[in-house]
């Protein structure tokens, strides 16, 4: 999604799309990868549309509340398991578009020019089964997106397939290359988001810059420590 010369040297583009795809911190601390105890929320799923509506509350909103709606994921295969860890450990990615959002009304990923991304339409479903639902609702660009929904413990959870049919990365190998390249953009990223709440940048295209600029420098640094370890 919105690929660029820049995004894919630092495959931000994998990891952020994850925000924009279904889809956090301020201080100098690093995030914390700590799954967040959700509160039981079996009798408001008991019924599909108690599901739906929780789903259209959260991914409606600009960006979506991706942190939310990660602890409502039921993963269906070890791929689908990995985005929906991935999500729950990584809130921070929604902190820093929440904060993108409310100095420059944008999200972190755009190119200056184009149109800006559009909150997701409500999602309305099409198939109702006991224990099965899909539905669809539109994308951030205008693009239909399929929602499912699946009934197990008594309960209705989101499928982990509308996570992975959203998902650029659909194997398991790459997805763990994926992972693996991207963990080290966490490093300094709270540190960031404060500096953009801090109102340290006039501009959003100011604010990528900085930041694609302190990843180059981490890139650098990390080349050359590790050729001086061998």
Known sequence: MWISHWRRSFHLTILLALIAAAFAGCGAAEPKRQTVVEPDRSPEFAKVEGLLEYFNQQNTQLPPNVPALASQYLPESDLQRGWVIWLKNNASYYELDKAMYEKFNEPFLHDSGKELPKACGPAKLNVKGDRRAEGTYTGPRGEARKLYLVWTGGRWWISGRTLEDSMT?????????????????????????????????????????????????????????????D
């Open 169 to 229: 990365v659909k194997d398991p190998d790459s997805f763990a290359v994926a992972m693996s390249r991207g963990s080290n953009e966490l490093e300094g990223l709270s540190g960031f988001i404060a500096q953009i709440r801090n109102g340290e940048f006039k501009t959003a295209a100011e604010a990528r810059s900085a930041r694609m600029a302190m990843l180059k420098t981490k890139s650098k640094a990390g080349k050359l420590l590790s050729s001086t370890g």
